[in-house]
Structures are given as C-alpha cells and as structure tokens.
C-alpha cells in the first residue's frame, strides 16, 4: 500500500468489529489508499468516512457519518448493493490516477466512482459539508468538481446538496431509503424531482406515486404551506435550461440538520441535533397526515384534513360514484355537474378556489412571463384547459400555469395554500344564481311560517292542554314549556306502535336515565327512544337538561332529537338511530374492533373533537358536557361520530373559567382529577375526558379496570410509562398494526397525553387540540398525567382494589360528595 501523507494516527474505536483504526487527513492524492482500519475526517472535523456495520448485519460498507455525533448516522454509503462480507481487513479505497475512486476487497472490485473527465493530478477531500469530492489539484476552481457524493445521495440531504435534474449529463440526484435499517441497500421509497413542464417532487413507492409535495411557487412547495422563512435554514428552487434543483443552506453553522427519507415511517423527515439531549429531533415529516394521501379523493375532489369524512367534491362537481363515495370510497372522485361545451368555450367562467395545493402538473402548462389575466384568456382559448393560477404567488403574482383534463390531487389548508381557478359553464353560473334565489325565498317564507307555528302554538289551548296532559308531569317542566316547544310532540300511541310497547327486544341500551328502545315510525324512519325512569329523580333533571340544550345545538358530530313524549307516566325524548350503535361495542368489542382500521378511528378522533369543538366554543350555548365516554359516542352507517347525553351538561358563561358542584356526576375512568376530588370543572374537565377516549380508541382497552400483565398502572399511567421508555408504539391494538400511519398514530398519542396531564392549566383547549391532530406543528412535551401515582404504584385508580378484565361495564358515577 503507497504511503499516505500528512497522516495522523489516533487510536479509537470505529464499530465493534474493529480494534483500533488511522485517522488521515481529508485529502487523499492520486495512487494513495485507504484500508479499512483507517478514516478520512474532514479538515473542520464534522464528519468522517471510513468502513462501518450497521446493526448485527454482519456486512461492512463504505461511508461517511457525522464525526462529534455520539449517535452513528450515516448520511451516504458507496457500495449499497455490493456489501462487504467479511472484517478480514482487506478492503481497499483507492484513488487511481485517472480520478477515480475505487473500491476493492481482495483484488475484487467492489464499487468505483466514474469522474467527468480524466485529469493528471486528481485528488479526493471530504469536506465539512459532508460531501465527498475529486477535483484536479491544479485547477483554480476548487468547486471544478471531476466527481462528487452529493450528486448520488443516498437517503439524506444534507446542507448545500441538490436534488433534482442536471439536464447537461441527465443526473437525476434523488434519495432513496435504506431497505431497512440493517441494509442501506436501495428500498422501495425514493423522492425524486418529476420532469415535467411544471416540475413538482414525490415520494414514489417503488414506481407509483405516494405523496406529492406539489411544485415551487416561489414561497414554497404548494404542499407545503408550513415551509416559511425561518431563522434555521434558508432555501431555493432553481429551473434553468441546464438544471432544476432544490437546495438549502444553513443560516447558522452551528446548527446540524439533516433531511432523509425513511421507509419505516414512510416519509421525509427532518431532523435537527439537540446537544443538550444528544439526541435527533424531528422538525418536520411529510407526509405529515391523512390527506396527504396522494390522489386520496380522486379526480376532482379535494381533502380537508379537519372534516370527516375528509374527502369533498370541488364546486360544481358531484361524486361520480354515489354508493361508492357514500361508502367512505373516493378513488372514483368526481364528475361535473354540467360538461363543458367547446363551442361555448368564450363564455366560460371560473371559479376561485382558496387556500389549495395545486392539482398533480402531469398534464400541465407553464409560461413564467404572463399574468394573471393573460392566463386566464389562453385557458378559455383551449377547451381542454379546465384550471389556471399563478406559478409564482410572491406580491401580486406572477407567471402562467394551465391544467388540463381532469384536477388530481387537490387538499385545502386553513392557512396558507394557493387560489386556483377553475373552470365553469357559464349555465353552472346561472343555474347556482337561481338556486340562491330560490333558497333565498324557501328559507324567508320557512321563518314566516315558523314564527306563525310557534305563536299559534303557544296561543292555542289544543296545542297546551295536550302537555298539560301528562298528569304526573313534574310542575317545573310544565312551567318551562318554552324550552321544548320547538320541538315535534310527539303521542304515547305513536312511540308504543313504534316500539311494539317497548319490547325487549327491541331495547338497544341501559344508562343512569333509563332504557333506551328501537322503533319505527309509520313513515319508515327508524328512531331510538330514551325513556325517563319513573323512579328516577336524576333522570327528570337529565330530561330536562337534554332538551334544554340539545334542542339549541346542531352539529353532524352532535346526535340529533327528533321530539319528546310527555304523557301519562312517561318522559320520552326520540332521537335520530345510529345503526352501528355506540363506539365502546366497537373498541371493546374483540370481534368488531377488527372492523374499525386505523383510518376509521382516525376520523372518530377528529369528528369528536370537533363536536366537542362546537360545544365548547361555536355553539349559541358553550357547553360542557361532563360525561364523555365511549359508550356516549354514536356511530352512524358511515361510522361518522356523533356525541350523544346532554343530562349531564352545564352551560358556561362567556366570562366563567371554571364551575363547582357538590353533586359530582360523570363515569369513573373519564373524570378530571379536579372533578374528581373537589367538584370543579371547566372545558378542560372535557378535554381529559377526550385524552382517555383516544387512549382507548387506539389501544382498544378501557382505562378504568385497564389490565396487562406485570403492570399495576391503569391505561394513562401505562401510556405515561410506555411514552417516557421510547416504547409508545406498543400501546397500538393489534387489529390496526397493519393499517396506521405511524406518523399520525404517534401525534394523536402525543395530543392525548397533552390532554390528560394533571393540572388543567396545562391541557390545551379542545380548539389547539384539533389543530394539532391536523398539523405537523411541534408539540411540546407532555407533563405527567392525572391519577398516576408513580411507577412504584400498586393498584390502578379504580374504585376496586382489584385487578379487572378490561370488558368491565362503565358505570355512571353520582351524587358523591367531594372531598
């Protein structure tokens, strides 16, 4: 082996398979070598490149790592299909004297790098960037490159590395992830610059599109709304007729970042070094939820991330599969209204749509020197063109973007985003105008009517005597007629017929108000009846609060009520069916949770956060519910959550903070420690109810009588223990391994532990909780969670000192005087 200059021997370890190894210096001159036991550390000394075996593979490769990172991560491997097998000592870097990197084991090629031309004097650095380069020795230019790593990454971009097409030599420069984390080998996710007339990247699964970032828009990427101006890093998109790339730079050195894509979690990740942890913290991942699902809502659809379901036709368009949309499957998408006419094309008109990522640029055209206006008149001159928009969005825009054919791809942000305009017959115009009008009309001659039903109502003996009727109705809910009088009355002989007088069979459910029956009306519809136990007290109070409240509020995550009964004996309120029942006889249920995949729970989560977002804050009323649980949630035939029992609410006032009861009334396993313990609630006390429902919904166990073996914690404290051991990933019900997006599973556990923390001050509100769920915001750290005593605790917070199956029953909890 020639000898090396300017060497520098150090000894220290490298993997565990090697003993002791040289450090050289980071130039290495034409005929010189480098053997396995030796590293090459750039002259700043960031990073290294030497020989190295990830995990217990057993294979040896050639790399370059991070040098002051006591975590080994490798940000480029040379020969990642042809691996080393042996730790003999003799593989052998080499740089010939042509300029190229050559790389041997036992007189064996095993990979070599091709330079752009052949030169006398070439010499290979690694410098601080990480980059591994051959450049000629005496050329002036030191960034003349004959060859480099960064123009074949691996899975990492590092700072000042492109991305993208080199259109001289055709250079695609794209990542690629490791197979797994033992086998840097090429695996199925790549990211890669589309060559296209407007380009865009994607994450492709093997050849098929996986997520789209969107193209540049002169901020940022259209799929990208987040990407801002930020004190870390700056970035560029560059298109000229030689190149198109992406790059970033670091604004302050001392920062270490590194962007990979990984395909454990599926997605593009970027991490930043914590020095005071010594640990790698994400920054930010794409995709980051649901609906970056490429292509998730077909042609002509668009995904809002914070509706469920998700999916929606864009304005003049209407599911082109009805049953199948209907049925929660939207690949179909969506078809016109009304079929564009080419022979009408100049009397075309467009719609502006906000805050989008842009349609798939596929079939797309690009013009950088029109406006806004120009564009739109060479869109109605083709009448293929179906949309248009700026392709920079910078001041008032600029530049010139047409589609054609079918809208691909399409998500809505609540901030940020781009316009897009699409195209419209003028008769879709006219034909939306008279729908106005007439809804217009509907509506004013609904409320005149309304106002005539309700004044003769409460004027017209007939319509009182039949409420006066009920002879043992309590006095209190007669004076208070006005609080149910716009609601439908319903006859005892209606409901009876309904329910074939309350049969057995037909009783669905039991709680602390009473029973609940199936019936029919004579009309088809299908009802559930809640009837008043005539012996119950509290259930009088409950009646009266039910329809109090619920009578005010409409919402699709609230259950609706139909009517109530009172007559005779009875109290009855009629709601709405929910056919698949409530969620806990799915969640608890071993057979039926299998029906419910990630993607189901995932949009549970989200429909009763915002329902519970409309009590707390956009409703007439804010109201606290005070008794949400599983068996309170309600599913209809989509599986859309409704939440469900009013008996408990309480109605906040604008300036109240927090209330105080000496009747304590809630369900043990989903009350606030507050509550608990000295009858105070708030909006907070709901937001640790909802932190348990998550729980639950993702672990299919119950919290209270939570059980695992070698475990004395209930499902928060087991969450707490499982989330400070980096283990949180076994809290996942196994029915949904196969199916959840890893990404968005650990960020709604991260949410839930945020919302069951032990004062309430540090719970977010319901608002940022569904902001979090449906962003890819920092989320801070959780504190420790109410009842948990600690990992020496000896028994779950249950009102039994005994162990218990998770299938226990929930059980209403009342009138218990705080402490």
């Known amino acids: ?268 990740i970027r991490y930043v070094w914590l020095k005071g942890e010594e640990n790698w913290k994400m920054y930010t991942k794409k995709p980051s939820d649901y609906c970056d699902q490429y292509k998730l809502c077909g042609r002509n659809g668009k995904c809002i991330i914070t509706e469920s379901p998700p999916c929606q036709c864009l304005k003049g368009f209407v599911p082109s599969s009805p049953q199948k949309w209907n049925s929660v499957d939207w690949s179909d998408g969506c078809v016109r209204n009304k079929p564009l006419n080419c022979s009408e094309k100049k009397t075309d008109k467009f719609i502006k749509l906000e805050g989008l990522k842009v349609p798939e640029t596929t079939h797309s055209w690009l013009d950088e020197t029109m406006n806004l206006a120009q564009c739109r008149e060479k869109c109605l001159e083709n009448c293929s063109c179906t949309a248009y928009t700026n392709s920079d969005i910078r001041g008032a825009g600029s530049g010139c973007v047409l589609w054609f054919g079918d809208l691909i791809d399409i998500r809505s942000y609540a901030s940020g985003g781009q316009d897009l305009y699409v195209r419209m017959p003028a008769s879709e115009f006219e034909s939306g105008n008279n729908k106005k009008l007439i809804m217009i009309v509907a509506i004013t001659t609904a409320v005149i009517l309304c106002m005539l039903f309700v004044g003769g109502c409460v004027i017209n003996k007939v319509c009182r005597k039949r409420i006066e009727k009920s002879k043992n109705a309590n006095v209190e809910i007669q004076n208070n007629e006005r609080d149910y009088i716009d609601l439908p009355l319903f006859d005892l002989p209606t409901i009876e017929q309904a329910t074939e007088n309350f049969a057995e069979k037909n009783k669905i459910g039991q709680g602390g108000f009473g029973p609940v029956y199936w019936g029919k009306l004579l009309n088809g519809q299908e009802i559930a009846v809640k009837k008043l136990s005539r012996i119950s007290e509290l259930g009088l109070i409950e009646f009266k609060n039910e329809v109090k409240f619920i009578v005010k509020l409409q919402h699709r995550n609230l259950v609706k009520l139909l009517g109530y009964c009172i007559q005779e004996q009875e109290k009855l309120l009629v709601y709405e069916y929910m056919p698949n029942g409530s969620l806990d006889s799915f969640i608890f249920d071993e057979t039926k949770k299998k029906l419910l995949d990630w993607f189901k729970r995932f949009h549970i989560i989200m429909g009763t956060a915002r329902g519970l977002l409309y009590l707390h804050q956009d409703s007439r009323l804010r109201i606290i519910h005070r008794d949400l649980k599983a068996s309170n949630i309600l599913l209809d035939d989509k599986l859309i959550p409704k939440i469900s029992d009013f008996g408990l609410a309480k109605n906040f006032g604008e300036e109240e903070i927090q209330g105080n009861t000496r009747r304590i009334m809630g369900t043990y396993g989903y009350m606030a420690p507050e509550y608990a313990a000295d009858g105070l609630y708030s909006v907070k006390s709901d937001v640790f109810s909802y932190g348990i429902l998550v729980l639950e919904i993702i672990s299919g166990k119950k919290n209270r009588g939570f059980y695992v073996e070698d475990s004395k914690h209930n499902l928060i404290g087991h969450a707490w223990i499982l989330w400070k051991e980096g283990r949180i990933l076994e809290l996942i019900d196994k029915n949904i391994e196969g199916t959840c997006n890893v990404s968005e599973i650990l960020r709604c556990i991260h949410v839930s532990l945020l919302c069951v923390q032990q004062h309430p001050e540090d719970r977010p509100t319901i608002a940022s909780a569904v902001w979090m769920l449906g962003s890819e915001v920092e989320l801070p750290e959780p504190k420790q969670p109410g009842f948990f005593h600690g990992m020496d605790s000896v028994e779950p917070h249950t009102s039994s000192s005994q162990k218990q199956p998770s299938s226990i029953n929930e059980v209403t909890m009342t009138l218990l005087e705080p402490r």
């Open 1 to 268: 082996m020639d000898i090396i200059p300017f060497i520098t021997v150090v000894v220290s370890m490298l993997v565990p398979s090697f003993q002791a190894s040289m450090v050289v210096d980071s130039i290495l001159q034409s005929n010189s070598s480098v053997s396995d036991s030796m590293r090459i550390v750039s002259k700043g000394g960031s990073f290294e490149l030497g020989f190295f075996s990830p995990g217990n593979s057993g294979k040896h490769y050639l790399g370059i790592w991070y040098k002051n990172i006591p975590i080994q991560t490798v940000v480029w491997v040379a020969n990642r299909v042809n691996p080393i097998n042996d730790s003999s000592g003799t593989a052998t870097l080499t740089l010939n004297t042509t300029g190229s990197l050559v790389l041997t084991q036992n007189g064996t090629l095993v990979w070599y790098s091709t330079p752009l031309k052949q030169v006398q004097n070439p010499v290979a650095e690694l410098l601080d960037s990480g980059n591994l380069v051959v450049r000629d020795e005496k050329d002036d230019d030191p960034e003349a490159y004959l060859w480099q790593s960064f123009d074949y990454p691996s899975d990492t971009m590092l700072p000042e590395m492109k991305l993208g097409y080199d259109l001289r030599t055709g250079l695609n420069r794209r990542l690629t992830s490791w197979k797994t984390p033992e086998d840097p080998s090429p695996g199925d996710f790549s990211l890669t610059l589309t060559h296209r007339n407007y380009p865009e990247f994607c994450i492709m699964k093997e050849e098929t599109e996986f997520f789209r970032n969107g193209p540049w828009n002169g901020v940022g990427f259209s799929g990208s709304p987040e990407l801002k101006q930020n004190y870390v890093f700056d970035y560029e998109f560059v298109s000229t007729r030689n190149e198109t790339y992406y790059r970033y730079t670091l604004k302050n050195s001392s920062v270490i970042t590194r962007y990979m894509i990984n395909r454990t979690q599926q997605a593009m």
